[in-house]
């Protein structure tokens, strides 16, 4: 069936801007099958049904809109951590700054030298998962990135990594318009933990595919702005064997359009996918959650928390599914979205959606959106707390749940300080 026009147009118009990379037979093969995709599907627009809420004109265009730079003043995140630094400055590596892509139990490549192959491992992952996410719900934005994406890290873990792999996106041009595409695979009983943190470039479209094997574990925490001029699409796809672990926090701080897609399969028997987010947006913020959550085994437990702080006109948006398949008894699916208007201007967009095929579940999921508690904020008034510092108390308490995914202590009291100090700067 042919494309609307106006999608079609838009369609085009990326495309010329853009080059399929070269490569050897498997990534070459894989990339124009991700075209086809996209070409197939289009690039969104406000009329499809997961994009109703978020305008996609920025991240659809055929140049990206100038952002400017941004200094935090502030050290970095995850800065006192243990950790392989990998460094990327507007989408390209940058092999000076960052650590020796070497660490024991974990061989680590860019995706430039491994798709240069024509046999490599990356086959079975690389535009697979993507592909599969594809369906029920079209994501072309994440078909473009597999079709285009020259640069990223091709990861695989053949045990219990050391320390994490900490990812450090630079964003030092106005115009930059960066395609980023990494690829994890974790062995079975293999365990891993990945960082990542910055803006990355004026417009940011960034893929993660992972393979998570039978008893396998990955954690993932992450950290995006302070840019707020920044515009980011980001999908994630996941695959979970049998007693595998899947956790994922994300934390946003401004950025006038954010689009953090998740897609999560739960394959093999008692897998945990947990997925979490929290924002704090002021003023030009649009940021957007989308979580889709395919239970496929027996007993198997997902968590969707999410938590949402908005102010001076910020819009917030969760889209969030879970689907049990026929079949996928014992099945564990909890799903909560909040939201904490501190004024009257912002507002809470929320699709929260089960899908139950099997009749032996405990599925939950629930949508909420409000002020602060007013006999909360007198109770600690009363008791001599100032009101601004009252309200901060109130904001990270609201959070917590979702701060709570994090399992490593240390990681979860960062997010913390962050979220601190991104209150302080707004008294």
């Known amino acids: 069936m042919a494309l609307p026009e106006i999608k079609q147009s838009v369609t085009e118009a990326r495309l010329a ?96 030298d491994a798709s240069a192959m024509d046999i490599h491992w990356a086959k079975d992952v690389y535009g697979v998962l993507e592909a599969r996410g594809q369906d029920p719900v079209e994501r072309p934005l994440a078909a473009l990135n597999t079709a285009f994406a020259s640069d990223g890290l091709v990861i695989r873990v053949t045990g219990k990594a050391p320390k994490p792999i900490s990812f450090i996106y630079l964003h030092r041009e106005e115009v930059s318009d960066a395609i980023l595409h990494h690829v994890v695979k974790v062995e079975a009983g293999a365990e891993l933990t990945i960082l990542e943190n910055g803006p990355a470039a004026a417009r940011f479209n960034k893929c993660m595919e992972i393979e998570i094997a039978d008893g396998g574990a990955l954690h993932h925490v992450r950290a995006q702005g302070r840019d707020h001029e920044r515009q980011a699409v980001t999908a994630m796809f996941a695959r979970l064997g049998a007693e595998s672990v899947f956790k994922s926090f994300t934390l946003t701080v401004n950025g006038v359009l954010t689009r953090n897609e998740m897609v999560v399969e739960l394959t093999g028997d008692e897998g945990v996918a947990h997925v979490a987010g929290a924002c704090m947006g002021d003023g030009d913020f649009h940021h957007d959650d989308t979580v889709f959550v395919t239970h496929d085994a027996l007993n198997c437990e997902s968590r969707q928390v999410f938590k949402k702080v908005l102010r001076n006109g910020a819009t917030g948006v969760f889209q969030g599914k879970i689907l049990v398949k026929e079949g996928a008894q014992k099945t564990d699916g909890y799903q909560i979205s909040q939201s904490l208007l501190l004024d009257d201007d912002s507002q809470f967009l929320a699709k929260p959606e089960l899908e139950i095929y099997a009749d032996d579940v405990a599925c939950s999921h629930g949508s909420t959106s409000g002020a602060i508690d007013e006999e909360g904020l007198f109770y600690l008034r009363s008791r001599g707390v100032p009101e601004d510092v009252a309200t901060d108390l109130m904001v990270i308490a609201f959070i917590a749940e979702a701060i709570d995914e994090i399992e490593d202590e240390t990681l979860a009291e960062e997010i913390v300080d962050r979220i601190s100090n991104w209150l302080n700067r707004r008294h």
Do not use: C, H
């Open 17 to 112: 801007e853009l080059s399929l990379p070269d490569g050897g037979a498997w990534a070459t093969d894989a990339r124009k099958s991700a075209l086809s995709r996209v070409q197939t599907m289009g690039l969104p627009g406000r009329r499809d049904e997961y994009w109703k809420y978020t305008d996609p004109t920025r991240l659809t265009a055929a140049v990206a809109k100038p952002a400017s730079l941004f200094d935090p003043q502030e050290s970095p995140v995850f800065g006192e951590v243990d950790r392989l630094k990998v460094v990327f400055v507007d989408g390209v590596f940058d092999a000076e700054a960052s650590d020796a892509l070497a660490m024991e139990n974990v061989e680590i490549e860019r995706l430039a």
